[in-house]
């Protein structure tokens, strides 16, 4: 019984081998598969990541400049906390568009 074990692994490896020959000759391997994509797909992925980047430079801004003016309103500070958050919502875009570009390196690698 070991013996067809043996033979029927042979013939499998065999079989396996033959089939990764065919799918090289006519182009159909693993690799040539990934790369049969829409031409349209690397501009889907482009303008997400542009819409991504836009978002994330714009939202802590904004949401700065709300907050700071809705404190300099109710404290009556003139500018100050204006400014402060501002400043501060100028950081969290960088720290945010730093994060970002980062994931997307790690997924192009």
């Not at 065999?14 to 020959?21: L, M, P, R």
């Not at 040539?32 to 542009?50: D, L, R, W």
């Amino acid at each position: 019984m070991s013996k067809t074990k043996i033979e029927d692994e042979r013939l499998s490896e065999d079989e396996k081998k033959s089939e990764n020959e065919k799918n090289n000759e006519s182009g159909k391997n693993g690799e040539s598969e990934k790369n049969n994509k829409p031409i349209y797909a690397g501009a889907f992925v482009a303008i997400t990541f542009i819409s991504q980047l836009g978002m994330t430079i714009i939202t802590p801004i904004v949401l700065g400049v709300l907050a700071g003016n809705w404190l300099d309103n109710k404290l009556g500070t003139g500018n100050i906390f204006f400014g402060i958050f501002f400043v501060l919502g100028i950081a969290g875009a960088v720290f945010g568009v730093y994060k970002l570009i980062t994931v997307i390196w790690k997924k192009m690698d």
